[in-house]
């Protein structure tokens, strides 16, 4: 797939993804990090497009955009940089899944969301490496005492 193609899957077109890459380019690190608002007023496009744009930068380009907590982006110049955008994702994936949990109920947040299920049905006990050295369900065998031999 061509890099038009992939645009066209986040429906943004080719001078959008350069100019939003060419700004992110000199925001390197938490410090240096641009606001959305000023993004949209530096590049000329309009807040969804600037996030799409970012999406794709980050899924198709693998540039290491990160939304920052306070509001700014900027490209990760650490692992310490990295470990804070993904806790921040983190933390809006789990307040968007306990939005969708009072929404429509825990069950069904839970089959939207992809837990797995498992059927809970009673299963034989296993036996233990001793039971299966000498036979499940075998006598033990009796001591020489046991026996009247000893």
Known sequence: MTASEQAELFRIDDGAIA???GVLRRHNGK???ISRPALCRETGLADRTVRR????????????IVDSDD???YLAVTKR???SGAKHLTDKIKALALRLRRLVG?????????Q???PITPQPPTPSPTQERR????????????????
């Open 19 to 21: 100019r939003v890459a």
């Open 31 to 33: 410090p240096f990090a």
């Open 53 to 64: 744009t970012v999406a794709f930068l980050v899924f198709e380009r693998g540039m290491p």
């Open 71 to 73: 509001g700014g982006y």
């Open 81 to 83: 940089e990295l470990a």
């Open 106 to 114: 825990s069950d069904e947040a839970a089959r939207l969301l992809g």
């Open 116 to 118: 797995l299920e498992l």
């Open 135 to 150: 036979g499940a369900g075998q006598p033990l065998p009796l001591s020489a005492s046991e026996r009247g031999q000893g």
